[in-house]
């Protein structure tokens, strides 16, 4: 990829993203390049009243009278590729758009797509690398600016920043900063774009990072007191902490690693707001515990409500796979 554009003219730039996440990228793009097409999801559904709402993306592409696409498909869309292909766009940027992209789609722009992924690829593939970062007690994560082929993140590498992960953040600290970092890289990849040269990823490096399921969220009270907290803090976006007592839910929030041994689930103490719960490996403290139908409340008002002493246990949950 060699771009070379006539003197005093900028690239033409298709966006595509969804979600809050991709909205510091779009706008850098916006600020240095000439965005001539933003390509976001469809409406969808939201909240009790299940009212049709546009993603983020698309809400701020008609907040800035952008032209915006939300296709229901791109694979065999002749009017979506027309679309694109009438807006010019040199190039097209991805960033958190949820979709696979069909060849058919990736050799319209002349330059063909950039996609910002929030992971040290070829480590952690997939759709929630922030999380799985978080969940496996990764100390360092970044951002990587790749071209787009055809497989999952699996495209040539053209910038790479990592990210230190300080050990009290979690998916939302890590989602902000990972945004600010894309938002930065993705405009030095632009603007460099007829120097950088193409790496290919090692495939022997590769992990995944699937798309989380509330599942993911369930307390694995047998594991390591800093493997339930790693979880806490790679969930606490969606679907958040789960655990279950007497078959009961629980939301849990604010969990920190705490002194302490006994059988896993064991609650060992209560005070000073918080309980204390043992691990196959140390303890954990939590702050806030929501039942079902409640709001949440201080953990230690939530235990001498419900009548909990030292010794109760929560339920043990694990995978069935």
């Not at 979506?80 to 319209?108: M, N």
Request: charged residues 15%; hydrophobic residues 45%; glycine residues 10%.
């Amino acid at each position: 990829m060699t771009p070379k554009l006539p003197p005093g003219r900028t690239f033409r730039v298709a966006f595509f993203g969804s979600p809050a996440f991709a909205l510091p990228v779009l706008d850098a793009v916006r600020e240095h390049f000439g965005v001539v097409l933003v390509v976001a999801q469809p409406d969808k559904p939201v909240g009790r009243g299940l009212k049709l709402t546009p993603p983020p993306v698309a809400a701020r592409a008609a907040e800035l009278g952008l032209p915006l696409a939300q296709p229901k498909k791109l694979r065999h869309n002749v009017e979506f590729a027309t679309q694109l292909r009438d807006c010019g766009a040199d190039v097209a940027v991805t960033c958190a758009y949820g979709k696979i992209l069909p060849a058919s789609v990736l050799h319209i722009p002349r330059y063909g797509f950039l996609n910002t992924h929030t992971s040290l690829l070829p480590k952690l593939r997939g759709a929630a690398p922030i999380q799985w970062a978080l969940i496996g007690g990764e100390a360092v994560t970044g951002t990587t600016i790749m071209q787009t082929d055809e497989g999952m993140d699996t495209g040539p590498v053209l910038l790479q920043e990592e990210l230190p992960i300080p050990a009290d953040w979690t998916a939302h600290e890590l989602a902000d900063a990972l945004s600010a970092q894309a938002a930065r890289l993705i405009v030095q990849a632009l603007c460099s774009l007829d120097t950088l040269t193409p790496t290919p990823q090692d495939e022997s490096g590769a992990t995944h990072a699937p798309m989380l399921v509330k599942e993911d969220g369930f307390v694995r009270w047998q594991d390591a007191a800093q493997q339930v907290v790693n979880r806490f803090r790679g969930v606490a976006a969606w679907p958040q902490t789960t655990a279950f007592l007497g078959g009961a839910r629980v939301k849990l929030g604010g969990l920190q690693l705490a002194e302490g041994q006994g059988q896993p689930g064991e609650l060992l103490r209560i005070g000073e707001g918080r309980v204390v719960v043992a691990c196959g490996r140390g303890a954990v403290s939590i702050a806030q515990v929501q039942p079902e139908t409640k709001k949440a409340q201080p953990a230690q008002q939530w235990a001498s409500a419900a009548g909990l002493g030292q010794g109760t246990r929560f339920d043990l949950w694990s995978p069935t796979f």
